[in-house]
């Protein structure tokens, strides 16, 4: 499939030291800030999803068109689009200049060769986790901006917002 150029593909994912990403189908961490930096990038836009994310998350979120990838024909949910393979997820994304791909591993994935952007939320500490961000070859991706925080409702939990590009080299 041909991506059109200006298409800005974007992962968004929160993860820790070692690439933690999720335990027992649930997110490992609920930082308010992190939260809300999600919605406010996403909004508006398409969101592409595993089924394993969206059953995590239970509900379609408002405001974005919900794509879940799923090979079992017979999925159905409420206010989603259903995708069986990226090519038709994608399709499904033809008016959005910047999907977001939101997870899970396998999503990730599936999607981290035709990405341009990576927003990333590290957290600096190690966690129980059995599902993981895929490793990246940090010579293929440009750091273009990097902020820490100090998370209001968490304890002593710090992390730190990343903004990757891939770069054309
Ligand atoms: N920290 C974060 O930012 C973050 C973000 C998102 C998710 N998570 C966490 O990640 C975990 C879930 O991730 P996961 O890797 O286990 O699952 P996932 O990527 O959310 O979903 C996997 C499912 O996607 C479908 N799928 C995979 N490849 C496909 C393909 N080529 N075509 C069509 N469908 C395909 C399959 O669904 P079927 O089995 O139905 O065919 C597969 O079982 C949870 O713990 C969640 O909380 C964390």
Redesign the pocket.
């Known amino acids: 499939m041909k991506i059109k150029k200006d298409k800005n593909i974007t992962i968004?994912?929160?993860?820790g030291k070692n690439n933690e990403?999720?335990?027992?189908?649930?997110?490992?961490w609920n930082i308010k800030e992190d939260l809300k930096r999600f919605k406010k990038l996403t909004i508006g836009h398409s969101i592409i999803?595993?089924?394993?994310?969206?059953e995590?998350i239970s509900k379609s979120l408002p405001g974005r068109l919900n794509i879940v990838?799923?090979?079992?024909k017979k999925?159905k949910a409420e206010n989603v689009s259903i995708?069986?393979?990226?090519f038709e997820a994608l399709e499904l994304t033809k008016d959005d200049n910047q999907p977001f791909i939101?997870?899970?591993?396998?999503?990730?994935s599936?999607f981290l060769d035709m990405t341009e952007t990576i927003e990333l939320?590290r957290v600096h500490d190690n966690f129980k986790a059995?599902?993981f961000f895929p490793d990246l070859n940090f010579n293929d991706w440009d750091k273009i901006s990097e902020k820490k925080y100090y998370s209001d409702n968490l304890d002593n939990l710090s992390f730190s917002f990343i903004t990757y590009k891939k770069n054309k080299s």
């Open positions: 968004i994912a929160a993860i990403l999720g335990f027992k189908n649930k997110l490992i999803m595993g089924r394993k994310t969206f995590s990838l799923t090979k079992n999925f995708a069986s393979n990226i939101i997870g899970g591993s396998e999503i990730y599936l939320t059995d599902t």
